[in-house]
């Protein structure tokens, strides 16, 4: 599986964006998707994961309520929308494929992961 992330850019504070993640390969569709985020100088974190029907989802604590993640299985999309932007949540983001198909918040359960897209908000 290929990921390819998009959609990242420069947003002040209080804005919005949208990223996306194209899968192609053998069978995106199967897969849970998750995204995560690293920025500047600390470890990559988890920000939120969708299980392969887009049935189940789950969010970090800090973008609980401010970011939604959904797909769509027939284009072979991900996506995160993130609304209410705050400066620390600039960073690099990252999309990833699980095969087991359900949510999972830990780094170490992606077994596929695109090549980042830089989301930075100013204050």
């Known amino acids: 599986v290929q990921l390819q992330a998009s959609g990242g850019g420069l947003v002040q504070a209080g804005g919005s964006l949208r990223l996306s993640c194209a899968a192609s390969?053998?069978?995106?569709?199967?897969?849970?998707m998750g995204w995560f985020r690293q920025a500047p100088g600390k470890e990559r974190e988890f920000v939120a994961t969708?299980?392969?029907?887009?049935?189940?989802?789950y969010y970090a604590d800090s973008v609980k309520g401010r970011f939604t993640i959904s797909r769509d299985n027939m284009k072979n999309m991900v996506y995160l929308q993130m609304n209410s932007l705050k400066p620390e949540d600039t960073a690099v983001y990252y999309c990833?494929?699980?095969?087991?198909?359900?949510?999972?918040?830990?780094?170490?359960?992606?077994?596929?992961w695109g090549q980042g897209t830089l989301v930075t908000v100013s204050s």
């Open positions: 990833a494929a699980d095969r087991a198909g359900t949510i999972a918040t830990g780094a170490r359960n992606y077994d596929y």
């Open positions: 390969g053998r069978t995106p569709e199967v897969y849970a």
């Open positions: 969708i299980n392969w029907r887009g049935s189940s989802t």
